[in-house]
């Protein structure tokens, strides 16, 4: 079993930055794909950011060049740094993980945490 907590979601005005952190516990060593979601009021889910174990990253285009995903496999934490954030970028935050990447279906999701960029 994985267990999947994020922290450093709140408040931001536009143009500021905000790093998220998911802190990653069980059996780690099974992880291959780490990954951030989002849901906005009335969205759906979107994928943000991906990363596998060999440090490979994919990114939406809505957070292109905005956004960076990390990881320190020795802290056991996935980072999501945001930079320039809109108000657009308003939503719940999710780490996801999973042992494969395929077709970025993941198996194991924290709780969410939620994020509010103001104009």
């Known amino acids: 079993q994985v267990q999947l907590v994020e922290s450093g979601g709140g408040s931001a005005q536009s143009g500021q930055s905000v790093r998220l952190s998911c802190d990653v516990s069980?059996?780690?060593?099974?992880?291959?794909?780490m990954a951030w979601f989002r849901q906005a009021p009335g969205m759906d889910r979107e994928g943000v950011a991906y990363?596998?174990?060999?440090?490979?990253?994919e990114y939406a285009d809505s957070v292109k060049g905005r956004f960076t995903i990390s990881e320190d496999t020795a802290k056991h934490t996935v980072s999501l740094e945001m930079n320039n954030l809109k108000p657009e970028d308003t939503a719940i935050y999710y780490c996801?993980?999973?042992?494969?990447?395929?077709?970025?279906?993941?198996?194991?999701w924290g709780q969410g945490i939620l994020l509010t960029v103001s104009s």
């Open positions: 990363i596998d174990k060999f440090g490979t990253t």
């Open positions: 069980g059996s780690t060593d099974s992880l291959v794909c």
């Open positions: 996801a993980a999973d042992p494969t990447c395929d077709g970025h279906q993941f198996e194991y």
